[in-house]
Each structure stands twice: as structure tokens, then as C-alpha cells.
């Protein structure tokens, strides 16, 4: 069975400065990928970055950048020069071959606020 | 191009009751997802469509529950008997098989069972 752990139920950063929003993941599949997806307060979850097992550079997104250690089985989020539109609940999640790649399991989430 | 789209966004039903939610996917995506999200916690995989065929279920679909995509497009999530157990958010998304790896999501319908 897959799991992904968050360890920081909240977060709080000052504006334009960066963050880093933990992830750990346990899976015992060599294939899997890695999500990292925005919730606002209304609701709706927004995609922001993937990266999958056998991707030899760390994904990037614009402000988004993935750092994934294989080795330690993390996959942290790093957003640069953060704004205040960041604030908001932020959910990794995992897809296995074994799983056929389609249903994601989620973490617990991070809420992030940002402070002018 | 629109996103995914959910009907009702708010549901409130009394405990017993049948509810209906509708989740319209992005047009041309042929794989369509349930989940829930309960206070608090990430969402859960409920099901999954490829195109018109179920291809899978959670355990968390227990037999008052069932999902239908009749036409390959929209889909329906059906509660019946409804108890206090089933308020959450029930999210749905959409995405190209062939296509990158992401979900969309839709808004999702929060259902409140009183």
C-alpha cells in the first residue's frame, strides 16, 4: 500500500519570501508519480506540479519547483518569492504502476498563509 | 475551454434521504474520478471511469453508493439512505488518458447530512 505523509499541518510566511512544504512517501512500486496540487478556500483543487520515479531532473513549474530525493523517499515543494494568492491548503499526492497510475493518494495537507 | 464542472456545489439532505451529484468532465477527457474529502484529510479515490466502463472501486463505496457515466461523458454519483457518516465534499476530475500524467478537478459538491 501506498502512503504520503505531510508533517506540517500549518505554515505561516512572510510575503516574497520562499517555502518549503514537506512531503515523504512510501511506496514499495519502482513506478509511481508525484503530485502537488493547490486548494483555495473555495474548494476546488488546482494542479501545480508532477514528477515521476524515473525522471532524472527535479520538475519545475514556474514559481513551483519539486525537489525529489529518491533515496529518502521525499518530494518537497518549493515556492519562490511567495505571494499572498499562495495562501491556501496544499495536498501532495502519489500514483503507482501497481495502482495503473490513476487513483492518487493524498496527504493531509498544508495550510500555508502568507503574511504581508 | 471550461473545466470541470459539479452539480449542486451545496447539497443538504435529511438523514435517509437519496441524493444525485453530476460531475461534467472537460470535454474529450475520457477517464472521469470520484473522491471524498472529509473535514480535515486529503481527498479519497472512489471510483474511476474509461470512457463509459467502471474500471475500478474503493472499498470506501460501500453498496449504497453507485456511479454511473452512461454516455461516456457526464457522470452521476448516487447516495442512498444517506447517514450523518456521508458528509464530505465528493470531488471529481477528468484527464486525457494519453495525455500528461495531471488530474483537473472540478469545485466539487458538499453534501451535509443532517
Known amino acids: 500500500a501506498q502512503k504520503i505523509t505531510q508533517t506540517q499541518p500549518g505554515m505561516f510566511v512572510q510575503e516574497k519570501e520562499a517555502v518549503t512544504l514537506d512531503c515523504t512517501y512510501d511506496?514499495?512500486?519502482?513506478?509511481?508519480?508525484l503530485f502537488w496540487y493547490k486548494q483555495p478556500s473555495s474548494g476546488e483543487m488546482i494542479f501545480l506540479i508532477y514528477q515521476g520515479s524515473y525522471d532524472q531532473q527535479n520538475a519545475t513549474e514556474g514559481r513551483y519547483s519539486l525537489n525529489f530525493q529518491k533515496a529518502r523517499k521525499s518530494a518537497n515543494l518549493v515556492i519562490s518569492a511567495s505571494q499572498l494568492g499562495d495562501s491556501a491548503m496544499y495536498f501532495c499526492?502519489?500514483?503507482?504502476?501497481?495502482?495503473?497510475?490513476?487513483?492518487?493518494?493524498f496527504g493531509t495537507g498544508t495550510r500555508l498563509t502568507i503574511i504581508p | 475551454d471550461t473545466g470541470v464542472s459539479q452539480n449542486p456545489r451545496h447539497k443538504i439532505t435529511k438523514r435517509g434521504q437519496n441524493v444525485t451529484f453530476r460531475c461534467d468532465p472537460i470535454?474529450?477527457?475520457?477517464?472521469l474520478y470520484w473522491y471524498r474529502q472529509t473535514l480535515g484529510q486529503g481527498p479519497e479515490f472512489l471510483t474511476y471511469?474509461?470512457?463509459?466502463?467502471?474500471?475500478?472501486k474503493s472499498r470506501l463505496l460501500s453498496d449504497r453508493f453507485s456511479a454511473e457515466r452512461p454516455k461516456g461523458s457526464f457522470s452521476t454519483l448516487e447516495i442512498q439512505r444517506t447517514e450523518q457518516g456521508d458528509s464530505a465534499m465528493y470531488l471529481c476530475?477528468?484527464?486525457?488518458?494519453?495525455?500528461?500524467?495531471?488530474?483537473?478537478f472540478g469545485p466539487g459538491t458538499r453534501l451535509t447530512v443532517t
Open positions: 476530475a477528468s484527464r486525457i488518458w494519453e495525455g500528461g500524467h495531471e488530474q483537473y
Open positions: 470535454s474529450e477527457h475520457n477517464r
Open positions: 511506496t514499495s512500486d519502482p513506478s509511481y508519480g
Open positions: 499526492a502519489m500514483s503507482t504502476a501497481r495502482s495503473g497510475n490513476e487513483k492518487l493518494t
Open positions: 471511469f474509461q470512457n463509459e466502463a467502471q474500471l475500478e
